[in-house]
């Protein structure tokens, strides 16, 4: 099993399956049905690929998503790119693969996982759909300042309008299930949420002052994505665990949530539903950790709302956030969701600050190798020895 996963999700895999708190065992028969829908899907022989190219960048603009050192340092590189043109079920779109000399790594799966994502869903919308990644080295690390920024957690944005859909990743630590979080925006699957009155409720239920606005949706984003990840890894590594993993997860998220109420200044999740507006958040914190540990779990709970207002696969329907922060608030207030929070918070602080546990911000602790990026570092090993 450990075998198949990317380096730095090897040592989340290890720490938390030695410290998983949350032990119940779940099902889901709507899972069940749309695990058993992406088996049947065929993505063979989707895209074409052009030669490499020399290219300057030019798609990638400032935005409050990404962080201005990062969109430096990706402008100072020299790139080459691959186009691809791909078409399934006659919807066609574009995927923009980058690569330079310190960033030579391509990822194969974010490529399939479109494909994928397209296909469960039936997607056949009138847009135009393309996909730019850029597979740098930038990793998710904790803040220093206990002020959250771009550069803390973002590695994607999508920019849409009522004939074409953007999609941007730009960072190779955990690009396949960025890629699915950032078409779950795409595709609009996630559209039912972007309430206003959703992200008042919540930021005066919390005390959350600092915060102009919340972006409640990214907790189903994220949620949608994690699951997709974890059922695609399954898929593509003929693994048969999935509920195993969707526990690594649950287990994950609620650790990361631990960690991002610790550094803000929070001594316990009591401490945070007090309305001690400590949470300084520049990007959507509170939805992408806080938010999502407490559905994560009570994910039972919320997979059955998501069975009652999801029209095809995850998209929702159009009265999905009728009860959404009712949902949210029964989640977050529950008894046994706040003594495991408050474990995992004594946990982390026993960690040493250099341990790759504590700095991480990663969102999942499942990322599958890139079987054409292991077989290239092999190929790369072999004529450095060579020369040698």
């Known amino acids: 099993m450990i075998r198949c996963l990317e380096n730095d999700s090897q040592e989340c895999y290890k720490f938390i399956s030695k410290n998983s708190l949350i032990k119940d065992k779940i099902s889901s028969q709507f899972l069940d049905k749309i695990y058993?829908?992406?088996?049947?899907?065929?993505?063979?022989?989707?895209?074409?690929?052009?030669?490499?190219?020399?290219?300057?960048?030019?798609?990638?603009?400032?935005?409050?998503?990404?962080?201005?050192?990062?969109?430096?340092?990706?402008?100072?590189?020299?790139?080459?790119?691959?186009?691809?043109?791909?078409?399934?079920n006659d919807f066609t779109w574009t995927v923009h693969q980058?690569?330079?000399?310190?960033?030579?790594q391509f990822n194969e799966l974010s490529v399939s996982r479109i494909a994928y994502i397209l296909a469960l869903h039936n997607y056949n919308d009138n847009v135009k759909l393309?996909?730019?990644?850029?597979?740098?080295?930038?990793?998710?690390?904790?803040?220093?300042?206990?002020?959250?920024?771009?550069?803390?957690?973002?590695?994607?944005?999508?920019?849409?309008?009522?004939?074409?859909?953007?999609?941007?990743?730009?960072?190779?630590?955990?690009?396949?299930?960025?890629?699915?979080?950032?078409?779950?925006?795409?595709?609009?699957?996630d559209d039912a949420l972007f309430e206003n009155n959703l992200s008042k409720r919540f930021i005066n239920e919390f005390g959350l002052m600092s915060s102009n606005y919340i972006n409640v949706f990214e907790s189903?984003?994220?949620?949608?994505?994690?699951?997709?990840?974890?059922?695609?890894?399954?898929?593509?590594?003929?693994?048969?665990?999935?509920?195993?993993?969707?526990?690594?997860?649950?287990n994950w998220s609620l650790f990361q949530a631990a960690g991002v109420l610790k550094v803000s200044g929070y001594e316990n999740i009591?401490?945070?539903?007090?309305?001690?507006?400590?949470?300084?958040?520049?990007?959507?914190?509170?939805?992408?950790?806080?938010?999502?540990?407490?559905?994560?779990?009570?994910?039972?709970?919320?997979?059955?709302w998501m069975e009652e207002n999801a029209n095809e696969g995850f998209k929702l329907k159009n009265e999905a956030s009728d009860d959404y922060y009712e949902l949210s608030m029964e989640a977050i207030n529950n008894e046994e969701y706040k003594r495991i929070i408050n474990e995992y918070i004594k946990i982390y602080e026993k960690l040493k600050d250099n341990e790759f546990v504590k700095k991480t911000m990663r969102m999942t602790a499942i990322e599958g190798k890139s079987k054409l990026d292991d077989s290239m570092k092999l190929i790369r090993h072999f004529f450095l020895k060579k020369i040698k």
């Open 220 to 250: 189903y984003t994220e949620i949608v994505a994690g699951i997709m990840n974890i059922m695609l890894f399954c898929l593509e590594n003929k693994k048969d665990n999935l509920y195993d993993l969707l526990n690594i997860e649950r």
């Open 270 to 304: 009591e401490d945070f539903l007090s309305n001690k507006d400590k949470l300084i958040q520049e990007t959507n914190v509170f939805s992408y950790y806080i938010l999502r540990s407490a559905h994560m779990y009570s994910i039972e709970k919320y997979l059955e």
């Open 98 to 104: 980058y690569n330079s000399e310190s960033n030579e």
């Open 36 to 88: 058993s829908k992406l088996k049947k899907i065929k993505i063979d022989q989707v895209c074409s690929k052009s030669n490499p190219e020399k290219v300057d960048i030019k798609d990638l603009k400032y935005s409050p998503f990404i962080a201005k050192e990062h969109l430096k340092k990706i402008e100072e590189d020299n790139w080459s790119l691959i186009k691809r043109k791909c078409t399934l």
């Open 130 to 189: 393309n996909i730019y990644l850029y597979p740098t080295k930038f990793k998710k690390e904790i803040t220093r300042d206990k002020k959250w920024k771009p550069i803390n957690i973002n590695g994607g944005m999508t920019s849409s309008t009522s004939s074409t859909r953007d999609v941007y990743v730009w960072r190779y630590e955990e690009m396949p299930k960025v890629v699915l979080h950032e078409m779950v925006h795409a595709m609009q699957i």
